[in-house]
């Protein structure tokens, strides 16, 4: 193999799930080789290290080692790239928007009447 595109590269070695998303990202120049930004029509070179930036938080740095134009299984595609990026770690954590944790009460107080609901939920009205 002598010359692979870098949109097929990135999707053939799984960075990308299709090749459109690749080749979008490279339009939105968040691929970048050596510093500079490039098209999806950038022919790839073995040695070369890419930064493409996955989100805001995280990018991921990677070395070619080999060139690959057919998508295969991703133990497969290890062998084609090195991959120097640090491992994700989220800047923040967001609570969940589906749990919230149970109101506490005392135990052996029985169920809670029409009134100790409100002054629970927060949504008393007087």
């Not at 497969?76 to 969940?96: G, N, Q, R, V, W």
């Not at 809670?112 to 949504?123: A, E, Q």
Request: glycine share 6%; proline share 6%; charged share 30%.
């Amino acid at each position: 193999m002598e010359k692979v595109r870098i949109d097929k590269y990135l999707w053939a070695i799984r960075i990308f799930k299709t090749r459109s998303l690749a080749a979008d990202n490279c339009f939105k120049g968040k691929v970048t080789c050596n510093n500079v930004q490039v098209k999806s029509s950038y022919i790839v070179k073995k040695g070369d290290t890419y930064h493409i930036k996955i989100h805001k938080e995280y990018s991921k740095i990677i070395e070619v080692v080999d060139l690959v134009d057919k998508r295969g299984g991703y133990e497969a595609m290890k062998p084609f790239y090195i991959d120097h990026s640090p491992p994700y770690k989220p800047l923040h954590s967001e609570p969940s928007a589906f749990y919230s944790p149970a109101p506490s009460r005392e135990k052996g107080t029985g169920r809670p009447t029409k009134k100790d609901r409100r002054n629970l939920d927060g949504t008393d009205m007087f």
